[in-house]
């Protein structure tokens, strides 16, 4: 079956532009997460959805990030007003039921502003 | 603050050796634990998690919790050069939080 998918995999902004990443889920998943990874480091929290109640958002950096899941299934993180230190690989990750056990992580999309 | 720490690294070890991972949280209140290991530009993808005191083991993998000391590690018995890679920590109180260490990067050397 299908894993975690999101798109685009490469996104390259100039300071100041509006991004939006996209993540679809595996089909039926409650659970839904986004981190952000900077080079060297470990994800970083910013959400977590169960279905479409967005129940915590306490990671997200500033009021410039926004995600939503309005369906309770694809996801999207919007990022408005892009700066240099928002560049990062922005990870989905989804789990089958409310009390993850096993995260199932997207590819990632590689965020570059300039 | 929430923090997870672990050694950077790089961890070097032989063919065939052990290769022990180590990791400290700071919230009392963890209650879930978990091990990744993350290839370089790939995803992490789960190698175990640990809810209890004690060891538990799959396969060549140990994980090791002790929550009086809050310390969590990972044994990787006869290490092989596809281990080489990235080792998350990771944490969580409530299963909606997640907080991951740095990573510890792990080479084996053949």
């Known amino acids: 079956g299908a894993g975690v998918s999101q798109s685009p995999r490469y996104k390259v902004a100039k300071r100041g532009q509006d991004v939006a990443l996209r993540c679809d889920p595996i089909?039926?998943?409650?659970?839904l997460f986004w981190y952000q990874q900077a080079l060297g480091q470990g994800p970083e929290f910013l959400t977590y959805f169960q279905n479409e109640a967005q129940l915590d958002k306490s990671g997200l950096p500033s009021d410039r990030f926004f995600a939503e899941r309005p369906e309770g299934s694809v996801s999207t993180l919007k990022i408005q007003r892009t700066q240099q230190e928002d560049s990062a690989v922005y990870l989905c990750?989804?789990?089958?039921?409310?009390?993850?056990?096993?995260?199932?992580f997207g590819p990632g999309t590689r965020l570059t502003v300039t | 603050q929430k923090e997870v720490e672990q050694n950077s690294g790089p961890l070097s070890v032989p063919e065939g050796a052990i290769a022990s991972l180590n990791c400290t949280y700071s919230d009392r209140g963890s209650q879930s634990f978990f091990w990744y290991r993350q290839y370089s530009g790939k995803s992490p993808e789960l190698i175990m998690f640990?809810?209890?005191?004690g060891d538990k083991e799959d396969g060549r993998f140990t994980a090791q919790l002790n929550k009086a000391s809050q310390y969590v590690s990972l044994l990787i018995r006869d290490s092989q050069p596809s281990d080489s890679a990235t080792y998350l920590c990771a944490v969580t109180r409530d299963g909606q939080n997640f907080v991951f260490g740095p990573g510890t990067r792990l080479s084996v050397l053949p």
């Open positions: 990750a989804s789990t089958r039921d409310p009390k993850p056990i096993e995260q199932y």
């Open positions: 089909s039926g998943h409650v659970s």
């Open positions: 640990i809810y209890s005191n």
